[in-house]
């Protein structure tokens, strides 16, 4: 990892480290966002069609799941993660793709 300015990615490709003040660069970063824009080509919609930061957080976790230490190892150490905690809602992973628009030959799993 890299330590460098983070405000280099499209808001809804934006990884949620980002979002969270990572200030080092990884190849997890540029995964989230082709996992992003894969899913929007396979709804043919954009996966987290937000205007801000704080809305884009919110509706990773309402779709991914609030992370929690056994799966984000460090996340309860995060300053950002801390003062928003509240904020956020506690989730449950519910990242199913039912979508009208998505192309007939792809098929996307049920994640549990």
């Not at 990773?60 to 056994?70: A, K, L, V």
């Not at 905690?85 to 049920?110: Q, W």
Request: aromatic share 14%; with cysteine; charged share 20%.
């Amino acid at each position: 990892m890299k330590a460098s300015d983070i405000q280099v990615v499209t808001l809804w490709y934006r990884a949620p480290e980002i979002l969270l003040g990572s200030r080092f660069y990884s190849p997890a970063m540029d995964m989230w966002s082709v996992g992003c824009i894969f899913a929007e080509l396979a709804m043919r919609n954009p996966l987290f069609n937000v205007k801000d930061e704080l809305t884009l957080i919110d509706e990773i976790f309402r779709i991914m799941g609030t992370p929690n230490e056994s799966i984000w190892p460090g996340i309860s150490d995060n300053k950002m993660f801390k003062g928003f905690h509240n904020r956020f809602s506690l989730c449950e992973n519910k990242f199913r793709v039912f979508h009208g628009n998505a192309h007939p030959e792809i098929v996307i799993a049920d994640f549990k």
